[in-house]
Structure formats: structure tokens, C-alpha cells
């Protein structure tokens, strides 16, 4: 239980479902962990799980100063980060004919504008060596039907992982991937859709995945500590699929 030990982390996104128990994990390999969140109610749940010593930060993942503001705050509480998940993020699904430029602006703003200029801010801070995992999803390389602004994001978040691994890998920058299936976190009461909606939703989905089950937060944080860890030292560019078969079976 000491793959992390030493180490600084920042988790985005972690207050909640698989950014809170990658935050949780990581303290539990020996590492101090910074997570941010925009919610106070979810921030202060959060502070109960880690404890005193986390550092917690309120911060809007798709505002650019906001990401500025992310790499100062670490920066001073830890000196340096050796470790970064970026997993700040939103799923909203609609039928194509439903989209306008606000809600596409949003997902894209959160999803994929916010990563890029986090890893700029934090250029500065980040040691040498250091790992990077970005949370993407299976929906990169499926074609579910409502999913299209949210798989675009997820797609051109996991080519990022892949053209920063190559520009960052001399810095002694890892950059890897993570995309999750089906897991039941609270993102999915964040979509806007009744009881009965939900229901069908994952009913639906749940037919896909031949494990016969969603994921949870435990298992894709695991695989996230992995990619962090010195034990995935030669993995560089890679992606780390978890989703119980669903687009290889």
C-alpha cells in the first residue's frame, strides 16, 4: 500500500464517484492529494472523506483562470505535483436535433477546453518524472445513439492524452488514458432524466456490457493508480480501457 508514497497528486473532479475514491486510493498508497470541485456541499463531503490534510479547491474546470489559479494553489501547498488525474467532466445526452451552441459550448468547455490549458498551467509544476492520466470514456469508440457531443469531447480528450504524451515524454512527462464503461457514479443523476428515464437508460446500456453489470468507482481507480504509479513506468501514450467487455466482447 505504498505505490504512491511521497508523491503529489491532484485529482479535478474530486469530490465525488471516481474522482473522490481516486483521491481516496491515492492517499491510501502514501500520497498527499489536492482535488478540486465547484460544489461546496460536495467539497465539504469531501473534506469528511480526506481528511485535514487534502488540499480542496473550488474551481470551475472549464474557466481558464480558473486552471491558472488550480496550478498556483498546488504549487504552493506541495511545491510540485508528480502525479495528475484529470477527471473533471459532464455527460449529457441528447438527440442530435437537440443541441445548441450553449450546451455544446459547455461540454466541450469542461470536457476538453479545460484539460488542455490545466496541463499548460501546470507545465511549471510538475515534476520530472511525473504521470498524467485523463479520465476519457468508451463512448470514444462506440456509437451510442444521443451521445455525440459527449463522445467527441471524450475522443478528442483521449488524442490529447496521445499528441501531449509524444511533446511531453522528453520532459519526463508520462501522459496516459483511462476510459471507463458504464460505472455507477453520480454523474448519472446529473442528466436530467426522471426515475423511470434512468431506469430505461441503464437498462439499456446494461445489455451491452457482457460482465452483465456496471463498473464502480473502486475498480477504475485502481487502474488509475496503476498508470500513476512508478509500475507503469514504460506505459507512455497508452489507454487503459475498464468497461466489463463492452467494446471488446
Known amino acids: 500500500m505504498n505505490r504512491l508514497n511521497g508523491k503529489r497528486a491532484l485529482v479535478t473532479g474530486g469530490t465525488s464517484g471516481i474522482g473522490l475514491e481516486t483521491a481516496r486510493q491515492f492517499q491510501a498508497?502514501?500520497?498527499?492529494?489536492?482535488v478540486t470541485g465547484?460544489?461546496?456541499?460536495?467539497?465539504?463531503?469531501?473534506r469528511d472523506v480526506l481528511g485535514p490534510d487534502a488540499v480542496l479547491i473550488?474551481?470551475?474546470?472549464?474557466?481558464?483562470?480558473?486552471?491558472?489559479?488550480?496550478a498556483r494553489t498546488v504549487a504552493d501547498a506541495f511545491g510540485g505535483l508528480d502525479v495528475v488525474f484529470v477527471n473533471a467532466g459532464i455527460a449529457e445526452f441528447r438527440p442530435v436535433d437537440q443541441w445548441d451552441e450553449q450546451g455544446w459550448d459547455r461540454s466541450f468547455g469542461i470536457?476538453?477546453?479545460?484539460?488542455?490549458?490545466?496541463?499548460q498551467a501546470l507545465l511549471p509544476v510538475l515534476a520530472n518524472p511525473a504521470s498524467v492520466v485523463f479520465n476519457t470514456s468508451v463512448n470514444a469508440h462506440i456509437g451510442m445513439p444521443n451521445?455525440?457531443?459527449?463522445?467527441?469531447?471524450?475522443?478528442?480528450l483521449l488524442s490529447l492524452a496521445r499528441t501531449l504524451s509524444g511533446e511531453l515524454v522528453g520532459r519526463g512527462i508520462r501522459v496516459n488514458a483511462v476510459s471507463p464503461g458504464p460505472v455507477a457514479t453520480p454523474l448519472y443523476d446529473k442528466?436530467?432524466?426522471?426515475a423511470a428515464e434512468k431506469q430505461a437508460m441503464a437498462a439499456s446500456i446494461l445489455t451491452q456490457v457482457p460482465a452483465g453489470r456496471f463498473g464502480n468507482p473502486a475498480e477504475i481507480a485502481k487502474a488509475v493508480v496503476f498508470l500513476?504509479?512508478?509500475?507503469?513506468?514504460f506505459t507512455v501514450g497508452a489507454e487503459l480501457?475498464?468497461?466489463?467487455?463492452?467494446?471488446?466482447l
Open 29 to 34: 498508497e502514501g500520497a498527499r492529494v489536492a
Open 38 to 46: 465547484t460544489n461546496p456541499d460536495t467539497l465539504a463531503a469531501a
Open 58 to 70: 473550488r474551481a470551475d474546470a472549464a474557466d481558464i483562470a480558473a486552471q491558472r489559479t488550480v
Open 111 to 119: 470536457n476538453l477546453k479545460g484539460p488542455f490549458f490545466l496541463m
Open 147 to 156: 451521445s455525440s457531443i459527449y463522445a467527441a469531447t471524450k475522443a478528442g
Open 191 to 194: 442528466f436530467g432524466l426522471g
Open 228 to 233: 500513476a504509479s512508478d509500475e507503469a513506468a
Open 241 to 248: 480501457i475498464v468497461d466489463g467487455g463492452m467494446t471488446t
